[in-house]
């Protein structure tokens, strides 16, 4: 008896075969380092089989995936320009959240809930800043258990620098994409969210 999947798989090999097509994310070469070769042979098979497979919309499965493509392209477009500034997401995201509590000093359980990340994290994070001069911990004078932290004249600098930077990458990021179509992209993307939040069918 033929295997029921065969067709699928035939199609997904003569893929992997064909000189003719290079690996490619939606019609465009992938050159990111951290989506590679292998992960164009996945959205292939992934949208071979949802063609073959009853159920399944393959326009909007490509959708999908093509929306984690470009999410991680743009995301290792930012991490980039940090680690040019010698900075993690998450020391970025302290400096970032000190920088907009200024003149307020702030905990580490604080910072821990506006970076949404665990404080273990958080105070990983502290010690390689403050290891480097860009912000200092100071224990409150009246209740010894408080520790407060804030930003140096060094931190406060290098906030901004790669505030800036991180802003500028962005736009360039953006640049090809006109006014009308930002608008669309902001709809689409309230649009995507909404079906990630509500509960799956």
């Known amino acids: 008896m033929p295997d029921e999947h065969h067709a699928e798989r035939e199609e997904v090999f003569l893929l992997c075969r064909a000189k003719a097509y290079p690996l490619r994310m939606n019609d465009a070469a992938v050159t990111s380092h951290e989506t590679g070769a292998s992960t164009g042979l996945v959205e292939r098979t992934l949208l071979a089989v949802a063609r073959q ?7 909007r499965c490509r959708l999908a995936l093509d929306c984690l493509v470009t999410g991680q392209a743009v995301r290792g477009a930012l991490q980039t320009c940090l680690h040019q500034s010698g900075l993690s997401e998450l020391r970025f995201a302290v400096l970032v959240i000190l920088f907009a509590l200024e003149p307020n ?11 949404g990340v665990t404080r273990s994290s958080i105070t990983e994070a502290l010690d390689g800043l403050q290891a480097h001069n860009f912000i200092r911990r100071q224990r409150d ?7 407060y932290v804030r930003l140096t004249k060094a931190g406060r600098a290098l906030a901004e620098e790669a505030l800036l930077a991180y802003l500028h990458t962005a736009t360039q990021v953006t640049r090809f994409v006109t006014p ?11 649009q995507l969210r909404g079906g990630v939040e509500l509960p799956l069918e």
């Open 105 to 115: 000093a702030t905990t580490a359980a604080d910072l821990a809930s506006h970076a």
């Open 53 to 59: 497979r009853p159920g399944f919309d393959e326009k």
């Open 180 to 190: 009308t179509e930002l608008d669309m992209a902001f709809a689409l993307g309230a």
């Open 141 to 147: 004078s009246v209740d010894r258990r408080a520790i």
